[in-house]
């Protein structure tokens, strides 16, 4: 007998990237008031995944993709010392960072309230629907449960140090319990 095999963070990832596109089309990422920032393109949001351990310098800059856009990455897994004898928890983090060319030498014509409000529509979006992580998985085997923010990064030109282009991040966490299997 074989029996599925779930792959968490893969499921949470691409959920999130589907939602956030979902909501480009929709358009939840406009401009707010009269600030210089475009829309986000449903295809500038993209799954983004970066080897632990690897440094990215600030020139390397974002290829490939239509800015203003959206990463998506899990960006951390962590055990919890919650969970019953018949099943184990794990906190998984995904990160979404918004990334734009826009950031200048000018930080007054930066659109910072655009990008504080998307955060917001996202952290909404996520937040609010309490059973956006279950629809891909089998709660028999691994089921997310709680969902809950865990930093949000505003968009402040001084603390772009990481990189240039990325202007906003806002980090949550998934709990998800994981089934053990009898013998």
């Not at 968490?8 to 406009?30: D, K, S, Y």
């Not at 600030?58 to 990463?71: C, E, F, K």
């Not at 923010?149 to 906003?168: G, I, T, Y």
């Amino acid at each position: 007998m074989t029996t599925a095999v779930v792959n968490p963070e893969w499921c949470i990832q691409n959920r999130t990237v589907l939602t956030l596109r979902a909501m480009a089309v929709e358009g939840e990422f406009r401009r707010s008031g009269t600030e210089p920032v475009m829309a986000v393109h449903p295809k500038a949001i993209i799954p983004w995944i970066t080897p632990q351990g690897h440094t990215q310098n600030a020139s390397d800059g974002i290829v490939n993709i239509n800015m203003p856009g959206m990463l998506v990455s899990t960006n951390s897994i962590k055990g919890s010392t919650q969970g019953v004898n018949c099943a184990d928890d794990e906190m998984i983090g995904v990160m979404v960072q918004i990334v734009d060319n826009a950031v200048g030498p000018q930080a007054s014509m930066t659109p910072l309230r655009t990008y504080g409000d998307w955060m917001n529509r996202i952290r909404h979006r996520i937040l609010d629907n309490h059973t956006l992580f279950r629809q891909d998985m089998d709660p028999a085997i691994a089921d997310p449960f709680v969902t809950f923010a865990r930093d949000r990064v505003p968009s402040d030109p001084q603390r772009l140090l990481v990189h240039e282009q990325r202007v906003a991040v806002f980090t949550f966490m998934v709990v998800v319990r994981h089934h053990r299997r009898g013998s």
